[in-house]
Every structure is written in structure tokens, then in C-alpha cells.
């Protein structure tokens, strides 16, 4: 009886931990697509550093959501819960590496970020009924 609860609570601490990454991986790639900002043409050049030190923070962030991305397969998640998981990660990134000063990471986040949060959803309800 306390082997499965301890057991239980391990999972609980590993679920908890990866949705914190997930979550702080959205946390920066939002940061940074704030700081960054857009331009319609080639921006100053203090507005062309705050750009770059903005898509620092989304590299960041996209490194982060493909590794929750991998450590969601590690863990045994549905093939869609790591793959929605990962979509910030690709798609904001490809976006920032296409063109840093256009509106299109700001639609690649709106599109996947909903995307990411149904995959941490359907962890937590996953969870919750195994452990009833």
C-alpha cells in the first residue's frame, strides 16, 4: 500500500515537472515574441538588437517545448499529446528563423499554443484517472 502510493506520487511529481516546462516553454517564447516585437520594414538599430535579444528568448523557449515534445514520448503520452506539445517549439521557431521581424510567429503561436495546452490537458486527465 505505501509502495503505490509513493509510486503514485512519483508520477504525480513528473507530470507536474513536465507541464511546468511546457508552460515556462510558452512562457518565453511569448516573452519573447513581446520584446521582439514587428516591423513592416528593416527596423533601427536599437529596434534591430531588441528584435535579436526578443528571438533569443523564442529560441530559448522552442528548445524547450521540443524537449517537453521528447520527454512526453519518453514518458509513454499519446503520439498527438507530444506532437501538440512540440508544435510552439517548430512552428514559432520556423517562423523566427524565416523572418524575425514579421507577424508570422505571432499567428504560429495563437495557432499552436491552444494546440500545447490540449496536450497538457489530456496529461492531467490521464493522471487523474489512473490514480482513481
Do not use: K
Not at 513528473?14 to 515574441?33: E, P
Not at 498527438?80 to 499567428?107: M, Q
Amino acid at each position: 500500500m505505501v509502495m503505490a502510493a509513493s509510486e503514485a506520487a512519483r508520477r504525480w511529481i513528473g507530470t507536474f515537472a513536465w507541464i511546468l516546462l511546457v508552460l515556462a516553454s510558452m512562457a518565453l517564447i511569448a516573452y519573447g515574441i513581446v520584446v521582439a516585437g514587428w516591423q513592416i520594414w528593416l527596423p533601427s538599430p536599437a529596434g534591430q538588437e531588441e528584435s535579436w535579444i526578443g528571438s533569443r528568448y523564442i529560441f530559448a523557449g522552442c528548445g524547450m517545448s521540443l524537449a517537453a515534445a521528447v520527454w512526453s514520448h519518453l514518458r509513454g503520452s499519446p503520439a498527438w499529446v507530444s506532437i501538440c506539445v512540440g508544435l510552439p517549439g517548430t512552428l514559432v521557431g520556423w517562423a523566427t528563423l524565416d523572418d524575425p521581424c514579421n507577424l508570422l510567429r505571432h499567428l504560429a503561436a495563437v495557432v499552436s499554443f491552444p494546440l500545447a495546452l490540449a496536450g497538457v490537458a489530456e496529461v492531467i486527465w490521464a493522471r487523474r484517472r489512473q490514480s482513481e
